[in-house]
């Protein structure tokens, strides 16, 4: 079997490969991460034109993508004790406001911050930062914000439109942590937390350390049955969603 050789690149605008997708009734496979695909608006924008993508629709991903109102959409679970974080929306000019105010300005508002999540001024609880909508990697990635300073390192990133914020800046070193390409209107505050290990795999229960070894042809040979291993040392469970379909 010979296959067709691939065709040559082409540099286009993101409207022509619209209106050429339209046009080709094509079905447009969405390889990217972070970003508009985050948050809907690149599906969006293909389907004003007719275009099929594959993945969940707009609507479904700018919901699950809107992490300030999400909550509101998981408070049903709350009554089988699946609990979502606290969070604030803090506006851009807010902070810019609070990097012209310099370290006393943080300090504020780290404090009042800790008092409407925390219910208490306790400097050693932490709290993370991040873009309101996206997802939670790249570009919406959280900032640990332990002290004044680390809230000023962000609100500095954000006022002079750095593309990161300096790794080297925060009181926990590690590396810079990108900002949106755009500008992003709203951020939000919310309590830092650190969660538990877990796995969802074949016989995941038996392995401590992590999930069984289970080769891709055994699992098609004899499909294994999932299983939950959780470590349930902490209260929290992060949880990353792969949208399919919808």
């Not at 004003?48 to 991903?61: C, W, Y």
């Not at 506006?91 to 219910?119: I, K, Q, S």
């Not at 300096?166 to 009181?171: P, Y």
């Not at 995941?204 to 999930?211: I, N, R, V, Y």
Request: aromatic share 6%.
């Amino acid at each position: 079997y010979d296959a067709p050789a691939p065709l040559p690149p082409r540099l286009l605008s993101l409207m022509q490969f619209a209106e050429e997708a339209a046009e080709e009734d094509a079905v447009v496979f969405l390889a990217t991460a972070g970003g508009a695909s985050a948050t809907g608006k690149l599906q969006a924008f293909l389907s004003a034109f007719g275009v099929t993508t594959t993945g969940s629709s707009a609507s479904v991903i700018a919901a699950a993508g809107a992490r300030m109102s999400l909550p509101s959409a998981l408070a049903p679970l709350e009554e089988r004790g699946v609990s979502v974080a606290p969070r604030l929306s803090l506006t851009a000019p807010f902070l810019c406001d609070v990097f012209d105010g310099g370290l006393d300005a943080a300090a504020e508002a780290l404090h009042n911050a800790r008092m409407e999540l925390y219910g208490t001024a306790d400097e050693e609880l932490a709290l993370a930062i991040r873009p309101a909508d996206g997802c939670g990697v790249g570009p919406g990635r959280g900032v640990r914000l332990g002290v004044p300073s680390d809230l000023l390192a962000y609100c500095e990133a954000v006022a002079c439109g750095h593309p990161f914020v300096r790794g080297s800046a925060l009181s926990v070193r590690h590396p810079d942590v990108p900002l949106p390409r755009y500008p992003a209107d709203a951020f939000l505050l919310e309590p830092y937390v650190e969660s538990d290990p877990a796995w969802v795999a074949p016989l995941a229960a038996e392995f401590a350390d992590g999930p069984a070894p289970c080769t891709a042809a055994q699992a098609l040979v004899a499909p294994p049955s999932p299983s939950v291993s959780w470590a349930a040392e902490l209260r929290w469970v992060e949880v990353r969603i792969g949208l399919l379909g919808g």
